[in-house]
C-alpha cells in the first residue's frame, strides 16, 4: 500500500477592507516550476473555497509540472466581473503581478476574450501588458490543440487541457488600438 500526503498551503493578498484580492497563491511543491497566472478579476472564493477557475487552474497547473500557482487579475476588484469599478491605475495591483512575474518560471496571460471590446478592459490590458514587457520570454496564452483560438479564460470549454502559446505583447497592444478603431 502507497500513502500519499500533499500539503498545500494557500496565501492571499487582499486589500484591509477586503474589496479587493491582489494575488492568490498556492503552493504543493517548492522544488518545481512556478507559475503565474493573471485573469480577469476575482471571485470571493479564496483560501479554502475553490471556484471553478481556481479549480481548473490548479488542475492544469499540477498537470504542467508546477509546484505552485499564483492567481492575478486585470482587475483586483472581488467579484466585479463587469468591470464597473475596475480601477484602470490600480498600482498596488500591477506591483503585485510585477512582483509575482518576476518570482515566476512562467506567466499565463488568460483574461479570456469575452470583453475584448471594452474600453475598460483594453485600458486595463495595455497597462499590464505594458508593464510585463521585462518578462516578454515567460509570457505565454491558453489555447486550442491547434491553436486556433488563443488568449482563453481556464473557464472555456475548449480549453480545459491546456496548450501554452508565447506571444509579443506588441501583437497583443497593437490588435488592442485597432479594435478601438473600429
Known sequence: MNTVTTVLTTKTICSDDGSKRYLLKKTWDKEKPKLTIIMLAPSSAADIELDSSTMLVLNNA???NFGSVSIA???AVVND???NEADVDDTENINHILL???KSD???YAPGIGKAKNKTF???QKNILSALLPFESKLFCIGTSNGNAKFQHPLSPAVRNWFLYPFKVND???EDVKAKKH
Open 62 to 64: 499540477y498537470r504542467l
Open 122 to 124: 483594453q485600458d486595463l
Open 106 to 108: 512562467v506567466i499565463i
Open 73 to 75: 487579475n486585470l482587475s
Open 81 to 83: 466581473f463587469s468591470l
Open 100 to 102: 509575482s512575474a518576476k
Open 172 to 174: 497583443v497592444i497593437d
